[in-house]
């Protein structure tokens, strides 16, 4: 029996954040069925779109809703939001994340929604919470990125605050609220009791700075400082960062400085006996590091780094990563296919369960394509 | 629901450092019992880790970050003794967690198989950096290591930089979060099937399933993301998505109509380009753009661009951040005792449940502070001497 069999999801959401949160769920075994506006659905499916187009819509949208179902609904028209309604008495979940008043004006608010179903689990994303005077703003990743902070902690000191390149505050949030949509229907296996879970893409990303964050909050609000060489992580010491070789790039992990200099018979760095020095003198240290490493190749500097049980790895970008053994190995890959017959390459869900990994061969649904099999499903009438 | 939704649960946390001690904070803050059990010399290595030198009692402040809100029981597996009690304890636990190297809770006699026979209804949950199997199984699965051989660091900074990575422990992380999803949804079917369940994650597996849209799109089209050579906000991206200094600061602009944008900012140089131009051109539309937002302060651009619903935001660090009125109200601070009575200051659980925000005042254990009290509620007799 899969983990979440015989669990339904009731899906408004758009975009990342939440539709990500579902697509666990999904893989996990929960029916997922996204609630789509009639005539241009998910925003997603247009609007945020790569330069990969698959059928007529985003590489992205196909990964995002792999492995869930479509209906259509205009829920300003009253028979349609019967239907939904219908839909949601039998739920289990409910996710949204339209901005603070949206489910309000469309009477699918938490209090309305539970006098219907009790035991349902109503769960929603925001970009900010919903009090204060940022809650109208979009909740947007790059743009709740940059209001959090964390873009003074990637890249060298002194270059532009640097966002990460991967839509980490959608992901986040949606990892938050597929947590406490579990906790919840946990509780709910239990009591029958349903809840309501609530997370912001600002507390989330917050949230992942909590080492650091707890650091700043108890040494005198002090700011980050981003080394400005081959800067890893603002608060560990050299050499940890990634160099450039004579040929490619590796990665160096926390080390011993002396015993480094040693391996890589680098005799200036065999000075540096005073291990606040590798914190304090951080630059310096690498600066000469980054000269040395210059001098040979990344195969060369690995092959006496690894026997010695340095904390090393080679840079690898996708093209050499898809050809090394332990990537394939791990079949992170699988083919998904739509309705329309396309095929599609995307990844598996990472979680094993009793040693098996989770696949589905379903790809994302058309807008719409299951109103019938749902309606019959669940016998909505109206 | 008035109580938490994981109350009553017991977890044992053989875990150390980040990834798996990071899913367990989740764990109790939703309201299980986390009992980390620790070797009696020194304890999670975590204990005695710190940045920038800072501590909280005998333990760093950076252990007392991620292991707030838990109990601790020491235990030296390789005493027979000590794994008897421990034994007694997995029978009466819902969860374990570890995320030690492959071999490691073998060798103890501690692995799924044994563990199952001791408690079926166990939920096993595992963390390794590659997986058991395959070449690299026995390399360190640290983080730097993992976003570096995973492709990640291609996806930040700018085109002509070194491959740059995430500056904080991405793949940690992501793996706890990924492995609180696994747990949770292995109670739900046991709460249904009385089936226990083996978890398994590691960094790698969760790093790739992080880059699932760059991968989704990289297996379609062959090529590999390409950074944006100024202002790289996200390789999958057209103009002008990223970060852009102003006359006094930087302000981010992420997915617009780039003729809109150019009316509104008054940009004519920017009206050349049309909007199927944002991938093609995309590093002149970027340049032409960040010429322009040089000449005014974030202020200015900014006034102009939200009463638009143009979606741009200031870039804030720590400081000004925490300044702000829509920082304040979230309350995402929380002060905690620690055993020698400092206060510390934490961020609290992210998640909230039926309206309330998750707030826990109790401190990381000191090591082994709970071996009495535990071996007393379960009639264990003997309590380890963590002196010796």
């Known amino acids: ?382 | 629901m008035n109580k938490l939704p994981l109350k009553g649960l017991i977890v044992l946390e053989f875990s150390q450092y980040l990834s798996g001690p990071s899913a367990g904070l989740r764990l109790a803050d939703l309201g299980a019992r986390v009992i980390k059990i620790e070797r009696p010399k020194g304890g999670d290595a975590c204990r005695s880790l710190s940045i920038k030198n800072l501590w909280a009692d005998d333990s760093s402040l950076l252990f007392h970050t991620i292991n707030r809100n838990k109990e601790s029981f020491a235990a030296d597996l390789k005493d027979p003794d000590d794994l008897l009690l421990i034994k007694r304890l997995i029978e009466e636990a819902d969860v374990v967690t570890h995320n030690f190297r492959p071999g490691v809770m073998e060798k103890v006699g501690l692995d799924y198989a044994s563990v199952q026979e001791i408690n079926p209804r166990i939920i096993y949950a595992e963390i390794t950096g590659f997986g058991k199997n395959g070449p690299w199984n026995h390399h360190p699965g640290q983080d730097l290591l993992l976003q570096s051989l995973t492709g990640l660091t291609f996806t930040t900074a700018n085109k002509d930089d070194n491959p740059t990575p995430f500056g904080l422990s991405i793949g940690d992380t992501i793996c706890g979060e990924q492995m609180v999803q696994g747990i949770l949804a292995a109670l739900i079917r046991r709460q249904k099937t009385g089936k226990g369940a083996l978890i398994e994650l590691s960094l790698m597996e969760s790093l790739l399933d992080f880059q699932f849209e760059l991968l989704t799109t990289y297996y379609a089209s062959g090529k590999l993301p390409e950074r944006s050579r100024i202002s790289n906000g996200n390789p999958l991206l057209g103009a002008p998505y990223g970060i852009y200094p102003t006359a006094d600061g930087h302000i981010a602009i992420a997915m617009v109509n780039i003729l809109r944008l150019a009316t509104i900012i008054e940009c004519s140089a920017l009206a050349q380009f049309k909007q199927e131009d944002t991938f093609i051109y995309r590093d002149e539309i970027k340049e032409v753009l960040a010429a322009h937002l040089l000449q005014q302060p974030s202020e200015h651009w900014l006034q102009k661009l939200k009463a638009e619903d143009i979606w741009s935001m200031e870039v804030l660090n720590w400081q000004q951040l925490t300044k702000e009125e829509a920082y304040k109200c979230l309350q995402m601070e929380q002060t905690i005792k620690a055993s020698n009575g400092n206060q510390i200051t934490t961020t609290r659980c992210p998640i909230r449940m039926n309206g309330q925000r998750l707030f826990s005042d109790k401190p990381a254990p000191t090591l082994g502070e709970h071996n009495e009290s535990i071996c007393r509620e379960m009639g264990l007799v003997s309590i380890p001497d963590i002196q010796q």
């Open chain 1, 1 to 382: 029996m899969k983990l979440l069999e015989d669990i339904i999801v009731i899906d408004f959401s758009q975009f990342l954040s939440g539709p990500s949160a579902s697509l666990r769920l999904a893989d996990m075994g929960a029916q997922v069925i996204k609630i789509e506006k009639k005539g241009t659905g998910d925003i997603c499916r247009q609007l945020y779109v790569s330069d990969v187009v698959m059928d007529g819509e985003s590489s992205i949208f196909h990964a995002i809703n792999r492995n869930k179902q479509s209906y259509a609904a205009d829920l300003k028209c009253a028979v349609d939001k019967e239907r939904v309604l219908q839909l949601i008495a039998k739920a289990d979940v409910l996710l949204h994340n339209f901005r603070p008043g949206v489910m309000q004006r469309l009477g699918l608010d938490y209090e309305t929604v539970k006098a219907i179903n009790p035991g349902l689990v109503y769960a929603e994303i925001s970009g900010y919470g919903s009090e204060g005077p940022w809650k109208d703003l979009p909740g947007q990743d790059l743009l709740v990125q940059s209001a959090s902070g964390l873009t003074w902690l990637s890249n060298n000191d002194e270059r532009e605050p640097t966002p990460m390149g991967v839509a980490i505050v959608d992901i986040l949030a949606g990892t938050h609220v597929a947590q406490g949509i579990l906790a919840a229907l946990y509780q709910k296996a239990i009591s029958d009791e349903g809840s309501l879970v609530q997370v912001s893409m600002l507390e989330s990303i917050l949230y992942f700075q909590f080492e650091v964050l707890t650091c700043f909050y108890n040494d005198g609000h002090q700011l980050p400082v981003r080394s400005s060489i081959n800067n890893g992580n603002p608060y560990v010491a050299a050499p940890y960062g990634i160099y450039k070789t004579a040929e490619g790039y590796i990665a160096l992990a926390m080390t011993n400085i002396v015993v480094l200099g040693q391996l890589l018979s680098c005799n200036t760095l065999i000075n540096y006996t005073d291990k606040a020095s590798w914190f304090n003198n951080r630059d310096e240290i690498k600066t000469i590091l980054a000269e040395h490493l210059l001098t040979q190749t990344a195969d060369y500097w690995l092959s006496i780094l690894q026997p010695a049980d340095i904390w090393c790895a080679k840079v690898l970008d996708y093209d050499t990563l898809a050809k090394e053994h332990a990537y394939q190995l791990l079949n992170m890959e699988m083919d998904v296919k739509t309705t329309n017959g396309l095929t599609i390459k995307t990844t598996r869900c990472p979680i094993r369960v009793d040693g098996q990994i989770l696949t589905s061969e379903i790809g994302a649904p058309l807008l719409g394509e299951h109103n019938d099999q749902i309606e019959k499903q669940f016998d909505i009438v109206c």
